[in-house]
């Protein structure tokens, strides 16, 4: 089969690697129908994470062509939805809507890699969610980005103690932070406040239910949120960047006693203990739970509820996923589809 290598930073190739087998009773095969690029595969395609012949992706769809003999949600046949995070769904922690934190979780990224025509995943009960039949071509984007960046949005959201009435603000306008505005509107916020400069991602930002647009960053975003909320600040705020300055805007953006739910992959930020202290706000982030989330997004997507697909602005064949990177490291794409046939 074929599959995604990142060589070392910036080097993304697409070669030959084995067919998956099942190796242990509780896996399962599956063919990927439809991949993607995350913003976060940037960090190793920038040289801020380890990349050493790297397996890349771990957002996926496809039909399940083969499972070990413990598996017994799934069959072969079957079109799936798989999480990011590998999880039993039977621990305590995953019974607790946390299966991110899995006792036996393990990222799909680096160890499997789903940029490829084929994939073996483990724990598969625990990972994967069927669709309710095979699903029409153009609900196939929207059912892929429940795979993370939709289930990721929507943590961030749940995290932030989203619902009617509140005025949420979100800081970050790529894939994530356009998910979470999603996911407001579908929770219930009453105001929507998307942080953005770059006009079509506006667009698309309205387009999921953002009321109004900040494009001041820093000490000016949170003065911005301040005067659109009478001083108060936002009741739920969404970090979805990961950077020092974004995370200490979103922490400033909140009101006091209000919600943080942070899900932008962070490195090297510095949180102040006494700025966070005297912030008095509650937060929650981290890798999200998307297992959790699946089984209610899956539905409202067949539904034809919610269009999370619309996030894709460009489409290219596995084979030219080098030139994916490139857009996404260019900021020519927001994020990008790939298309295994």
Partial sequence: MRGVIMEKPGVVTVVDREDPTIVDPTDAVISIKATCICGSDLWPYRGIEPADHLKMGHEYVGVVEEVGSEVTTIAPGD??????VISDNTCEICQ????????????????????????RIPLADGTLVKTPGEPDAEIVPSLLAASDVLGTG??????????????????GDGAVGLMAILAAKQLGAERIIAMSRHP???????????TDIVEERGDDGVAKINELTDGLGAHSVIEAVGTQE????????????????????????????????????????GPAPVRRFLPELIQLIWDRKIDPGKVFD????LEEAAEGYKAMHERRATKVFLTTD
């Fill in 79 to 84: 079109y799936v939805v798989g999480s990011f």
């Fill in 314 to 317: 460009l489409t290219l064949p």
């Fill in 154 to 171: 929507w943590f961030a959201a749940v995290g932030a103690e989203v619902g009617p009435g509140k005025t949420v603000a979100v800081v």
């Fill in 200 to 210: 079509q991602r506006q667009e698309l930002a309205r387009y999921y239910g953002a």
């Fill in 96 to 119: 607790s809507g946390f299966q991110s934190k899995c006792v036996h979780a393990e990222f799909v990224h680096g160890g499997i890699g789903t940029q490829a025509e084929k994939a």
């Fill in 246 to 285: 974004s995370f200490m805007q979103a922490v400033g953006a909140t009101r006091g006693g209000g919600h943080l739910g942070y899900v932008g992959v962070n490195y090297d930020v510095t949180i102040p203990g006494i700025q966070l202290f005297f912030a008095g706000i509650h937060t929650l982030g």
